[in-house]
T-cell receptor, first 111, second 116 residues
Framework: SQKIEQNSEALNIQEGKTATLTCNYT??????LQWYRQDPGRGPVFLLL?????KEKRKERLKVTFDTTLKQSLFHITASQPADSATYLC??????????FGGGTRVLVKP | DSGVTQTPKHLITATGQRVTLRCSPR?????VYWYQQSLDQGLQFLIQ???????AKGNILERFSAQQFPDLHSELNLSSLELGDSALYFC???????????????FGAGSRLTVL
């Protein structure tokens, strides 16, 4: 079956360092992959989308890579700040419009 | 404010009861998605509507049903409620963003359902 896996263990990182999150998927070849941020008790917020023919995408301090051979996306937060503390979710459209989310990785940036 | 409105914000009810959750999508968005988020299951896709028609279905229980009305608002009906139905229910509206050429979701604040 199709699976989207993210590291369920929380990532604790010092302010100013780079946080790197992983999203792995199996049994699917998505045309694109999305990343969302979710704060406790709130709805996810869209951050970035990367297409299968794009190796890398950037937005301010965020960078996403997409390796369709490895079936993996990496999400980087550079120069991390305490305000970046949240859960980050990757999502794939598995079969048309069925946008399916990974379990998310919680990031805690310590000052 | 994301532009997606969900009501009620909180709901407490008993097992066996029925509830209705309501969602108004962002102005101009034709798609509505429903997700369930519980602590042990993450964000689970339930169902998607586009301009009043069902477009995609996830692992939605038979006790749950949804519809999208002509004014594009949507309702999720949950019946014969069980303790395990306690969760945050999110609605999202989708639109193809020209910058990406793909559907991106905007989520509402969610409806927290507690079944006692």
């Amino acid at each position: 079956s199709q699976k989207i896996e993210q590291n369920s263990e929380a990532l604790n990182i010092q302010e100013g360092k780079t946080a790197t999150l992983t999203c792995n998927y199996t049994n699917y070849s998505p045309a694109y992959l999305q990343w969302y941020r979710q704060d406790p008790g709130r709805g996810p917020v869209f951050l970035l989308l990367i297409r299968e023919n794009e190796k890398e995408k950037r937005k301010e301090r965020l960078k996403v890579t997409f390796d369709t051979t490895l079936k993996q996306s990496l999400f980087h937060i550079t120069a991390s700040q305490p305000a970046d503390s949240a859960t980050y979710l990757c999502a794939l459209a598995l079969g048309g419009n069925k946008l399916t989310f990974g379990g998310g990785t919680r990031v805690l940036v310590k000052p | 404010d994301s532009g997606v409105t969900q009501t009620p914000k909180h709901l407490i009810t008993a097992t066996g009861q029925r509830v209705t959750l309501r969602c108004s999508p962002r102005s101009g968005d034709l798609s509505v998605y429903w997700y369930q988020q519980s602590l042990d299951q993450g964000l689970q896709f339930l169902i998607q509507y586009y301009n009043g028609e069902e477009r995609a279905k996830g692992n939605i229980l038979e006790r749950f049903s949804a519809q999208q009305f002509p004014d594009l608002h949507s309702e999720l009906n949950l019946s014969s409620l069980e303790l395990g139905d306690s969760a945050l229910y999110f609605c999202a509206s989708g639109a193809v963003q020209s910058a990406y050429g793909a559907n991106v979701l905007t989520f509402g604040a969610g409806s927290r359902l507690t079944v006692l």
